[in-house]
């Protein structure tokens, strides 16, 4: 776990990347350097990476396959990860560990590696980032690499997704108490549940009022589940190539690309899907 706190402008978007898997012939590279692109394109974009930077899968594991590998040794992974973010790294957050990098730390932390050589706060597997303004608090992220994959068994799809993002929100929740989005990676999925628009009623001298909750109103401190933002943020790893087989394909496909959360004086606004 690690505290980062970043200055930014009251208007800006930070954009939320994972699951790169740098190093195998099903990363999709020429989707990651549109994330690159798209956030060099304007100063106020800022970035976050979730973890699996890279494949990190030495030719003595049992996942090894040489059939999906494009670059075999992680550390020329690493080096290829730092190329590939180096044009945006000074609009850089911070970094996580992945569970593929994990896996290679009784030796070397590339996730550490990998941020150093860009400059950027090596922020461990979790991290509360706090966002301020001139000062002043404005929100707080709470970012994971996670270990959760999110399925159901629904067999209509829109009871499907409900059941994934109900998951996804239980899987955070508990997690920090004072956070008003909760992200994480892992199961490369996009999804986004934003806070709930509850209507309650409110007593005054005039009458029975009816009100919706919002973030506006959320006390200094504890702010309640259903006044978060819950986001997984996706990844670039592909599920199917012709002509090869992954340790991926017994999954359902999902879509690939990153998160972006709108800013707009000071407080979040929206998050949505970039498909690449």
């Known amino acids: 776990m690690e505290r980062i706190v970043k200055e930014i402008p009251l208007d800006c978007e930070i ?25 060099k394109k304007k100063p106020n974009r800022f970035w976050i990476h979730l973890g699996d930077w890279i494949e990190a899968i030495t ?45 290679l730390s009784r030796t070397i932390n590339f996730g550490r590696m990998i941020c150093e050589g860009l400059k950027i706060p090596y922020a461990t597997e979790s991290a509360r980032v706090l966002f301020e303004h001139e000062g ?23 009871q499907r997704e409900a059941n994934k993002k109900a998951a996804l929100k239980v899987s955070l929740q508990y997690k920090m108490g004072d956070c008003s989005l909760m992200a994480c990676g892992h199961a490369h999925w996009l999804g986004i549940v934003p806070p709930a628009k509850l209507l309650y009623l409110q007593d005054t001298e005039e009458g029975i009022k009816h009100k919706y909750l919002n973030q506006d109103e959320t006390p200094e401190g504890y702010i309640d589940f259903d006044r978060r933002w819950y986001c997984c943020t996706g990844s670039f790893y592909k599920l199917f190539i012709d002509g090869i087989s992954g340790y991926n394909e017994p999954f359902d496909p999902n879509d690939l690309g990153f998160l972006v959360v709108k800013i707009e004086g000071g407080k979040i606004v929206d998050v949505k899907e970039i498909i690449v």
Not at 136 to 158: E, Q
């Open 59 to 103: 030719t003595d594991d049992k996942r090894y396959e040489t059939e999906t590998t494009e670059q075999p040794i992680p550390e020329l992974q690493a080096k290829e990860a730092i190329e590939i973010f180096e044009p945006i790294a000074g609009q850089g957050i911070c970094g996580l560990l992945g569970n593929h990098e994990r896996k």
């Open 136 to 158: 002043r608090l404005l929100f707080k992220f709470f970012i994971t690499h996670g270990n959760k994959v999110f399925r159901s068994n629904a067999k209509d799809f829109i």
């Open 15 to 39: 954009v939320l990347i994972s699951d790169t898997h740098i190093g195998s012939k099903k990363a999709h590279i020429t989707g990651i350097q549109r994330a690159v692109d798209f956030v």
